[in-house]
Every structure is written in C-alpha cells, then in structure tokens.
C-alpha cells in the first residue's frame, strides 16, 4: 500500500489575481499559441513556471521567476502541512463532469514493489525536462495524477448533466 504524507501547498495569493487566471492546463497539452494566450491573460499566470521558454536557460528563468514570486508575496507556503482535497469541473461531450481528488506527498518506493505503477509511457525529453525544472527551482509546479483501487467502494458516475 502507498504511503501516503501530508504537505505544505504552495499558492498564489489574493495579490496575484484571479485564480481562473492564474491557472493553465498540464504542460504536455499545451500548444504554443495556447501557451503564449496563458502569457497574455496574467503576469502571474503559472504557465511562466510550468512551461518556461525565455532566456537561454529556461530553468533559470523560471527559477528566479519563483523566488521573484515568493519575495513578493506573488506565491507563498502554508505554514502547516495538510492533504488537500480539490474538485475539477469541466464539459466534455456536452455532458458536465466533475472529479475530485486529493493533493499530497507519496512515498517513493522501488517499481519492482508493485505500490506505484506507471499509467503511461512517458517520454525520455519530456521527462529530463521536467526534471530540470524541479532541479532548478526546488519544487513541482504540476501535480501527479493517480488513481487507487478500492473494492469496497464501486464507482458511480459522476456527470452532473
């Protein structure tokens, strides 16, 4: 079984702006024109974090980004940790889905163990970017989405249409 920690969520503040603006879609599906539409919604806009391409070194880039945020109260760390549970909604199809999920820390453990398996075949570029990224600026700007099997507990559906 995973093991499961609390953490400390890093946020934008009411100074950034509004979250709706703030906020952009995983990294790995954006196009560049999408990417440059998120640039020009909010300076805060977390697509100067999440997928950086100015300067020579991107990383860098973003990673004095990040400290620039965090001195200015663009960002800030809650002080306690806590698990976090959250609620997309969106529309596909014509139908209105929402799912929920929660944010926290999983222990890493060996593959061969059998508590974290992959979903999907991640490329080699994608995952050397990202992990410059986090090297760069000490932290993960995009969450991990998992799910977990629980038998007691069958799925309903959750189309609020």
């Excluded at 990040?66 to 596909?92: H, M, N, S, V």
């Amino acid at each position: 079984m995973a093991e499961v920690k609390a953490l400390r969520a890093l946020r934008f503040t009411p100074k950034a702006g509004d979250i709706k603006d703030l906020a952009c879609p995983p990294y790995d599906i954006i196009s560049e024109e999408e990417r440059k539409a998120y640039l020009n919604t909010n300076p805060c806009n977390i697509i100067r974090l999440e997928l950086p391409r100015e300067g020579e070194n991107q990383y860098a880039v973003a990673a004095d980004l990040y400290r620039k945020w965090l001195d200015e109260g663009i960002l800030a760390q809650d002080e306690q940790p806590g698990l976090y549970i959250y609620e997309e909604e969106f529309t596909a199809l014509g139908a209105t889905h929402k799912v929920k999920g929660l944010q926290c820390r999983v222990k890493l453990t060996e593959f061969s163990e059998g508590v974290v398996l992959p979903h999907e075949e991640t490329l080699s570029k994608a995952k050397a970017d990202r992990f410059e990224l986090m090297k760069a600026c000490g932290t993960n700007f995009s969450s991990i989405y998992s799910l977990y099997f629980d038998p007691d507990r069958p799925c309903a559906p959750s189309s609020t249409a």
